[in-house]
């Protein structure tokens, strides 16, 4: 009996112990002082001088490889790329809707700022904006057309769908 009052007692102990030497490490890197500490270099040129400090580029992002979709749209200047697909349902009684039925990411394998190359999964994106679609950029099937920024496909039109249509759109995060 008192050997297990023992172990229970030496558990608390750690417990508290952890509490204590965890709280203050929480969010232990402030990313704005880190940037205010590091080095500015120019976009333009690689600079291998500086060791294994930490440095600062700014420039023009620009893309490597164009992405698209194949099926929907040409390949263009795109870090990231969502295409959203839906289709007009009923959701509930009385209740029609759009609803998402397909949504697919397409990621450039590389990108560059001025000279230097990144690889865009290891980078943190905005959210993607919604893709203002022309006629250049998209492939219309015999049965899809272009309304607005959506490739309408179906019998009935964006502003009163029937159901089984389905709309699709793009979202992207956009290079130069």
Known sequence: MRWS???????????????AVL?????????SKAARSSIPLPADTVNAGTGR???????ILST?????DQQYLRPGNYIKLVRETETF??????????QATETKTYSSPT??????????HMMKWPQPARLKL????????????????????GVGKLNSPRFGDSRVSFLAVAGS
């Open 64 to 68: 490597v490889d164009k992405i698209g």
């Open 53 to 59: 400090k930490l440095v600062s580029i700014t420039g």
């Open 111 to 120: 990108a560059r700022i001025g000279a230097y190359t990144i690889d865009p």
């Open 134 to 153: 022309v006629p250049a950029m998209v492939v219309l099937e015999k049965d899809s057309r272009l309304e607005k920024d959506f490739i309408y496909i």
């Open 89 to 98: 349902v009923r959701l509930k009684p009385k209740v029609k809707g759009w």
């Open 23 to 31: 709280w203050p490490n929480e969010g232990a890197m402030d990313v």
């Open 5 to 19: 009052i023992n172990r229970s007692a030496t558990g608390v102990l750690l417990i508290i112990l952890s509490i």
